[in-house]
């Protein structure tokens, strides 16, 4: 019978030494890899291909507290009934807290069309800030619950939107400045809105630190729409830029957000002006500065995108998705721009049409080439960084 020879260590060779770490890896059985815990940043792509581009995510984050503030009438709603028609067209929940009461259901079905109708579109007009908390919590914990039990599948998400904070007041406030206005003393009612800053200003700090594990086990996103007011400290340069403004609600709102955008009007959208006649308009173009601070990494500057909405006179009413498409494939190159001509290669089947208003009239009444092209823009978005915004300069590439 042949033997088989045992092989035994040999003394002259090093062992390879253990990890010291390794070593005492057992003892912190208590805790989970890093790699488990921290999470890629998630996101729903929103109708707005530029903001999506934008946010170097691909969409709006979930699991995140983010901000959307901007002048009066100059698209911040509009922005975000966007929000919430992409949610809804990917049939995930939305929960609208009207507290400014302004938002009727005839707008939201101007632009969000039958979304406006998803079973999945709630909205409430709670009479106190406290009632506000406690109808976002129920609706969060109840969209963690209905995934858990498996009755929605586990990638559904949810967006909550308050609209606003500033109309949000707490019970016990709003007890204290009826009582100054009964009274009629003028000095008690300044006292009564001063606290108010201040204790609504506490409310939010203390109402964003609740949402923040709320949010992640329901999977949604919250936005806060906050108002603008007047900085009667701004200096010139602010001023100049169109800066010169101040959020109200507190440091909190701004500083936990994780995205905090400001929507305006850019322009207006018109047809070629000829002479002696007014130019027609179609519709409005808005811009979204966003400043991110903890989605993609902190910037110098706030990425730009646009987005544009129709009154109906040229393509139909609601948003002109075909326009924000069209503007970011010429940017990236994908449709060739030369004169008035537009189109997607060097022969005559790639040519979309002369002028601007023509080719998005046309890719507005295909929604097979529009979808295409947009698929196309999509996939460039990790080869073209997003316009940025300096408020000193104005906007650079």
Not at 58 to 72: T, V
Not at 389 to 397: A, F, I, K, W
Request: a positive charge.
């Amino acid at each position: 019978m042949a033997r088989h020879k045992v092989k035994t260590a040999d003394a002259s060779k090093p062992r390879a030494k253990e990890s010291p770490l390794a070593a005492v890896a057992s003892r912190f059985k208590a805790f989970r890899p890093a790699r488990e815990v921290l999470k890629v940043v998630r996101a729903v792509p929103t109708r707005f291909v530029q903001f999506d581009h934008a946010t170097r995510v691909g969409g709006l984050p979930i699991e995140r507290f983010m901000l959307i503030h901007g002048p009066s009438s100059e698209g911040k709603t509009s922005g975000v009934l966007g929000f919430c028609d992409s949610f809804l067209s990917r049939d995930h929940f939305v929960l609208y807290i009207d507290a400014e009461r302004t938002t009727p259901i005839t707008w939201a079905r101007e632009l969000m069309g039958k979304m406006a109708d998803h079973p999945g579109f709630y909205a409430d007009r709670p009479d106190t800030y406290e009632a506000t908390i406690g109808k976002v919590r129920e609706f969060l914990n109840l969209v963690a619950d209905l995934k858990s039990a498996g009755k929605v599948p586990k990638e559904t998400s949810a967006l909550v939107v308050v609209d606003s904070l500033r109309k949000l007041v707490p019970a016990n406030l709003m007890k204290e400045i009826l009582q100054a206005e009964e009274d009629g003393k003028k000095g008690k009612i300044k006292a009564g809105q001063d606290r108010g800053a201040q204790l609504k200003a506490k409310m939010n700090a203390a109402w964003c630190d609740e949402l923040v594990p709320l949010l992640e086990h329901a999977g949604a996103g919250f936005l806060a729409v906050a108002r603008e007011m007047q900085d009667p400290d701004a200096d010139q340069n602010a001023k100049k830029y169109g800066y010169d403004y101040k959020i109200g609600g507190g440091g909190t709102i701004f500083y936990d957000a994780s995205l905090s955008m400001r929507v305006e009007r850019a322009a207006w959208v018109v047809d070629k002006k000829e002479e002696g006649r007014k130019p027609k308009v179609f519709g409005e173009r808005h811009r979204i500065t966003i400043k991110k601070t903890k989605v993609a990494g902190k910037d110098d500057k706030a990425s730009v995108a646009y987005f544009h909405t129709s009154n109906g006179v040229h393509v139909p009413l609601g948003f002109d998705r075909a326009r924000d498409v069209l503007e970011l494939a010429v940017r990236f190159g994908i449709v060739r721009q030369k004169g008035s001509s537009y189109s997607t290669g060097k022969t005559r089947s790639g040519m979309l049409g002369r002028g601007e208003h023509a080719v998005v009239k046309r890719l507005a009444g295909d929604s097979e080439a529009l979808g295409k092209l947009e698929a196309e823009v999509r996939e460039k978005f990790g080869e073209q960084a997003p316009v940025e915004y300096d408020s000193q300069t104005g906007e650079v590439e």
